[in-house]
């Protein structure tokens, strides 16, 4: 399972994002970047952040420490910004923490480079997951001690949001035109021989496993949550055939 921590403090906002998500401490000394289940779109941001995160690193590829992180809603009125208090009360419980990169760098689409392999499999993982937020105007990649590390995947897995059409869904095409790396002659047709193989029912079961239950249980679609968590085992098999 993730590893798990327990929020101490609140220390900043970063507002570069519409879901407000916040630097936080934990009980483990360590600082987070830390995702609320009360934002934006809420639990299924986190469900997709976690599951697209994995498969990123089950592909070879960089993604911060990603823990779950309890937040007690009594921390909230030590907040003077009132926006900030109501997020924190509304999200007691499990949120998602993301490790700190302190001094990483944005990824700039204009200047930074990356090999063919490298973008071919980001590329390959984003068609896989919808990615819908790693363009050139927004490409969502640090750079932290010369590696590159990929980051904000909450807007992956949109047929989640819509389980009636997620059939539809899954050979939707995806529009690479404004991806970040379209430019870095992306070797998509070796990361799909590479990597279609690596995406087993074993694997995506194993990857689903990690969302915590408690952000499965507002699902209205199925019955159990076994049952939530084999729809999207399903969806990201079916879209791989």
Same mark, same amino acid.
């Given at each position: 399972?993730?590893?798990?921590?327990?929020?101490?403090?609140?220390?900043?906002?970063?507002?570069?994002?519409?879901?407000?998500?916040?630097?936080?401490?934990?009980?483990?000394?360590?600082?987070?970047?830390?995702?609320?289940?009360?934002?934006?779109?809420?639990?299924?941001?986190?469900?997709?952040?976690?599951?697209?995160?994995?498969?990123?690193?089950?592909?070879?590829?960089?993604?911060?420490?990603?823990?779950?992180?309890?937040?007690?809603?009594?921390?909230?009125?030590?907040?003077?910004?009132?926006?900030?208090?109501?997020?924190?009360?509304?999200?007691?419980?499990?949120?998602?923490?993301?490790?700190?990169?302190?001094?990483?760098?944005?990824?700039?689409?204009?200047?930074? =480079?990356?090999?063919?392999?490298?973008?071919?499999?980001?590329?390959?993982?984003?068609?896989?997951?919808?990615? +819908?937020? =790693?363009?050139?105007?927004?490409?969502?990649?640090?750079?932290?001690?010369?590696?590159?590390?990929?980051?904000?995947?909450?807007?992956?897995?949109?047929?989640?949001?819509?389980?009636?059409?997620?059939?539809?869904? #899954?050979?939707?095409?995806?529009?690479?035109?404004?991806?970040?790396?379209?430019?870095?002659?992306? +070797?998509?047709?070796?990361?799909?021989?590479?990597?279609?193989?690596? #995406?087993?029912?074993?694997?995506?079961?194993?990857?689903?496993?990690?969302?915590?239950?408690?952000?499965?249980?507002?699902?209205?679609?199925?019955?159990?949550?076994?049952?939530?968590?084999?729809?999207?085992?399903?969806?990201?098999?079916?879209?791989?055939?």
């Amino acid at each position: 399972m993730l590893p798990h921590v327990k929020v101490t403090r609140y220390v900043t906002p970063l507002r570069e994002g519409g879901s407000l998500p916040g630097l936080m401490e934990a009980d483990d000394l360590g600082t987070y970047v830390v995702k609320f289940r009360g934002a934006g779109q809420g639990r299924k941001a986190l469900v997709a952040e976690v599951i697209t995160g994995l498969l990123a690193r089950a592909f070879g590829l960089r993604v911060p420490d990603l823990v779950t992180a309890e937040l007690d809603p009594a921390l909230a009125p030590g907040e003077p910004d009132q926006e900030i208090q109501d997020l924190l009360r509304a999200s007691g419980g499990l949120n998602l923490g993301v490790d700190f990169l302190p001094g990483a760098l944005d990824f700039d689409t204009a200047s930074a =480079r990356v090999d063919a392999g490298t973008a071919g499999r980001i590329l390959w993982l984003d068609g896989l997951v919808a990615n +819908a937020d =790693r363009s050139w105007r927004n490409p969502n990649m640090l750079l932290w001690h010369g590696r590159l590390f990929l980051i904000d995947h909450g807007a992956t897995l949109t047929f989640q949001h819509r389980w009636s059409s997620a059939a539809e869904a #899954v050979s939707r095409p995806y529009d690479a035109a404004d991806h970040a790396l379209i430019g870095c002659r992306a +070797a998509v047709e070796d990361a799909d021989r590479e990597l279609s193989a690596l #995406v087993t029912a074993d694997l995506l079961r194993d990857i689903v496993a990690e969302v915590p239950a408690e952000w499965l249980a507002e699902e209205t679609e199925f019955e159990t949550g076994a049952a939530t968590r084999r729809a999207y085992a399903d969806w990201l098999l079916a879209r791989v055939a």
